[in-house]
C-alpha cells in the first residue's frame, strides 16, 4: 500500500498441512531504509489469517479489511544487506512495530480459479504448483504505521492480493509483477510469467472509470545494477479495448529476498524475489508502486536476467 512517502507489504501465507505460516512485514521508509520481519509461525489450521503478530479481519468481503501487527522490525540502512540474511539479521537493529491499516476495496475483483468449460476444477500437481488460484483488487487504505520512534499517517492507494492451493516457490522460472497507482480513478498490474520455453505470458489490467480494462499485450524492458537488481524498468501495454500506455518505473528502494527448498533427491533450489518501491510515470502523471521480481537462480544467476527481462 503506497502513498508518497512509504510503502508497506504486509503478507500471510497459510501452510497447515505443514503446521506453520509463512509471515511477512516490509515497511519502505523515507531515505531508502526498510523495516522487515519474516517468520514462520507455528498453525493448526487455516481458519483464520492472524499468525506471528500480523492479523488480517474481513469486515466485508471483497470492501472492507483491517491488517494489524505487532512485533519487532529488523531496521535495515542498507536494504542490500538482506541478499546474506544471517549477515542482515546480525549487524542491524531490531526496533518494535506497529500497524494498524483499514483497506477499502475500490475496484472490481480480477483474477479467480481457472477451471474446465463445464465448471469442474482443474487437477493440479501440488508438487509442481505456484498457486491453485489468484484474485487482485485496487484499493484504498487509511491507518498508521509505528516503527520505533517513527509514526508514518497513512493515506493512499495500492493493492491487494490472494492466492490459494499449494504453492512452490520454485515452481515459476521467473515473473515480473507491478502493481502501481496514479489516484483513486487510475491504476495498473502488469505482469509477465516465465513459460518455462524462453517465451512469456502477460496479464494483468488498468483500472479507469471505475471498471478493469484487461491487458492484452505487455513487453517490460529492465535496467539492471551490477548486483543484478532492477533499477527501473519501460513497460509497454495494450489493453483489450485498444488503449496503449507506456510506462516507466524507477526504483527509489529494493529488498532482495530468497526462498530455498531441498527437493526429495537432495537437490538444492535457490529463488530470489526482489521486493522495489517503484516511481512510475504514464500519460503525464506520477505514481507508485512496487516492481516484484522473481527468479531462480541457476548457475548462481537470476534465470530472467539471462533471458533479457
Not at 515497511?27 to 489450521?45: C, H, K, N, Q, S
Not at 519487532?72 to 506497529?98: G, H, I, Q, Y
Not at 485496487?138 to 516503527?147: M, P, Q, R
Amino acid at each position: 500500500m503506497l502513498d508518497e512517502l512509504s510503502n508497506q507489504a504486509l503478507r500471510i501465507g497459510n501452510r497447515p498441512n505443514e503446521r506453520y505460516a509463512e509471515v511477512s512485514v516490509c515497511v519502505y521508509l523515507p531515505g531508502g531504509r526498510v523495516g522487515f520481519m519474516f517468520a514462520r509461525p507455528e498453525i493448526t489450521d487455516n481458519s483464520r489469517m492472524e499468525a506471528g503478530g500480523l492479523k488480517i479481519e474481513v469486515l466485508e468481503p471483497f470492501k472492507k479489511l483491517k491488517v494489524t501487527y505487532s512485533g519487532k522490525l529488523l531496521l535495515l540502512d542498507r536494504p542490500f544487506e538482506m541478499s546474506d540474511p544471517k549477515l542482515a539479521w546480525r549487524n542491524n537493529p531490531s526496533v518494535p512495530c506497529t500497524v494498524e491499516i483499514d483497506y477499502l476495496g475500490e475496484s472490481p475483483i480480477y483474477g479467480g480459479e481457472s477451471v474446465h468449460a463445464d465448471g469442474s476444477p482443474i487437477e493440479i500437481d501440488p508438487e509442481t504448483s505456484f498457486s491453485k488460484a489468484h484474485y487482485e483488487q485496487h484499493c484504498s487504505a487509511v491507518g498508521k504505521i509505528c516503527v520505533g520512534d517513527e509514526v508514518l499517517e497513512i493515506s493512499g492507494h495500492g493493492l491487494r492480493d490472494k492466492s490459494w492451493g499449494p504453492r512452490h516457490w520454485q515452481a515459476i522460472d521467473w515473473y515480473r509483477w507491478c502493481p502501481l497507482n496514479f489516484g483513486p480513478d487510475f491504476a495498473m498490474m502488469f505482469s509477465l510469467i516465465g513459460d518455462g520455453s524462453g517465451g512469456s505470458r502477460p496479464s494483468g489490467m488498468v483500472f479507469s472509470n471505475g471498471e478493469y480494462d484487461l491487458i492484452d499485450t505487455c513487453t517490460i524492458t529492465s535496467d539492471w545494477d551490477e548486483n543484478g537488481y532492477q533499477t527501473g524498468l519501460v513497460a509497454n501495454v495494450v489493453t483489450e479495448s485498444g488503449a496503449k500506455y507506456v510506462v516507466e518505473g524507477k526504483v527509489l528502494s529494493l529488498i532482495p529476498l530468497r526462498n530455498r527448498r531441498t527437493t526429495p533427491d537432495g537437490q538444492e533450489l535457490q529463488t530470489r524475489i526482489t521486493e522495489a518501491m517503484t516511481e512510475y510515470r504514464c500519460n503525464g502523471l506520477t505514481g507508485y508502486g512496487m516492481s516484484e521480481y522473481l527468479d531462480q537462480i541457476i548457475d548462481g544467476k537470476p534465470v530472467g536476467l539471462t533471458l533479457g527481462v
